[in-house]
């Protein structure tokens, strides 16, 4: 296995760059929270509801150096690459082997060169305190380290997919396993008219944002949950604030009483 890592600058890099064989990726389930209050003289408690916090992924491998100069270049620069306050994107990629299924001693040699990696599905912004690096031994001359670090996801505690902007009609091709919040990812549904009506009304499923402006063919209406544009100009005071939340294993069935195009800007699919 291998494992990508992105930068917030768009710089990529492999761990396998600094030499180092990944042998495990495990991630958490993502953590709950709850907010609950205990009364006096009241049994149990009131719940007010919980949330996600943060996801853990542990990721394990293996370096070699020829000598204490090389293991210490490496050793800095998997420091400086892992060590970001400002968090990065990490992908597992995934092997597959092209080999048959084989008795021991069988063949012999070559087995890593037959190999090839595949990103997964999904990726982490996460960041980690301390990677930790520890001498195994000696293994035919050359010195053998192990890494091994928890990586803890920041702001959204899900693997999510590259941020797209795409076009749909009649529903939203949402493919995560929670909830995709406005409000917490961010998406946009942009909606640009070709007819017109006295009011708007846009519905995903059972979520209705509404409109009392007047709507003419063309006009370019912008909703993100918090704002709320047509062409350009805020129209929070006419609409009924309403946010989306795409839901995972349902229709996401768009509804609007104007014809139009629309898109959604900033998709993503989130995964537990």
């Given at each position: 296995?291998d494992l990508l890592v992105e930068k917030l600058d768009g710089s990529r890099y492999y761990l396998s760059q600094y030499k180092v064989l990944i042998t495990e990726f495990e991630e958490s389930a993502p953590s709950v929270t709850r907010n609950s209050k205990q009364l006096d003289q009241r049994n149990g408690s009131i719940d007010f509801?919980?949330?996600?916090?943060?996801?853990?992924?542990?990721?394990?491998?293996?370096?070699?150096?020829?000598?204490?100069?090389?293991?210490?270049?490496?050793?800095?620069?998997?420091?400086?690459?892992?060590?970001?306050?400002?968090?990065?994107?990490?992908?597992?990629?995934?092997?597959?082997?092209?080999?048959?299924?084989?008795?021991?001693?069988?063949?012999?040699?070559?087995?890593?060169?037959?190999?090839?990696?595949?990103?997964?599905?999904?990726?982490?912004?996460?960041?980690?305190?301390?990677?930790?690096?520890?001498?195994?031994?000696?293994?035919?001359?050359?010195?053998?380290?192990?890494?091994?670090?928890?990586?803890?996801?920041?702001?959204?505690?899900?693997?999510?997919?590259?941020?797209?902007?795409?076009?749909?009609?009649?529903?939203?091709?949402?493919?995560?396993?929670?909830?995709?919040?406005?409000?917490?990812?961010?998406?946009?549904?942009?909606?640009?008219?070709?007819?017109?009506?006295?009011?708007?009304?846009?519905?995903?499923?059972?979520?209705?944002?509404?409109?009392?402006?007047?709507?003419?063919?063309?006009?370019?209406?912008?909703?993100?949950?918090?704002?709320?544009?047509?062409?350009?100009?805020?129209?929070?005071?006419?609409?009924?604030?309403?946010?989306?939340?795409?839901?995972?294993?349902?229709?996401?069935?768009?509804?609007?009483?104007?014809?139009?195009?629309?898109?959604?800007?900033?998709?993503?699919?989130?995964?537990?």
């Amino acid at each position: 296995m291998d494992l990508l890592v992105e930068k917030l600058d768009g710089s990529r890099y492999y761990l396998s760059q600094y030499k180092v064989l990944i042998t495990e990726f495990e991630e958490s389930a993502p953590s709950v929270t709850r907010n609950s209050k205990q009364l006096d003289q009241r049994n149990g408690s009131i719940d007010f509801g919980g949330w996600h916090t943060d996801k853990t992924i542990n990721v394990t491998g293996y370096y070699r150096a020829d000598d204490m100069d090389e293991e210490e270049m490496l050793r800095e620069k998997l420091y400086a690459l892992l060590s970001d306050p400002n968090g990065y994107y990490i992908t597992q990629l995934k092997t597959l082997p092209h080999t048959p299924v084989e008795r021991p001693g069988e063949t012999s040699g070559g087995y890593y060169d037959k190999l090839s990696n595949y990103p997964s599905h999904k990726r982490f912004l996460v960041y980690t305190e301390a990677p930790e690096m520890e001498l195994v031994g000696n293994v035919n001359g050359t010195l053998l380290y192990k890494l091994t670090t928890e990586f803890k996801t920041m702001k959204l505690p899900y693997g999510e997919t590259p941020p797209a902007d795409i076009d749909v009609s009649s529903n939203v091709p949402y493919r995560g396993t929670v909830p995709c919040n406005q409000l917490e990812q961010g998406f946009t549904v942009q909606l640009t008219t070709t007819g017109s009506a006295s009011s708007l009304s846009f519905k995903i499923d059972d979520t209705e944002l509404t409109s009392s402006n007047a709507v003419a063919a063309g006009d370019v209406f912008m909703f993100s949950g918090f704002s709320y544009t047509q062409n350009g100009l805020s129209i929070v005071s006419k609409t009924n604030k309403a946010y989306f939340t795409l839901q995972p294993d349902k229709p996401n069935r768009i509804a609007c009483n104007v014809p139009g195009t629309i898109r959604i800007l900033g998709f993503q699919n989130l995964y537990a």
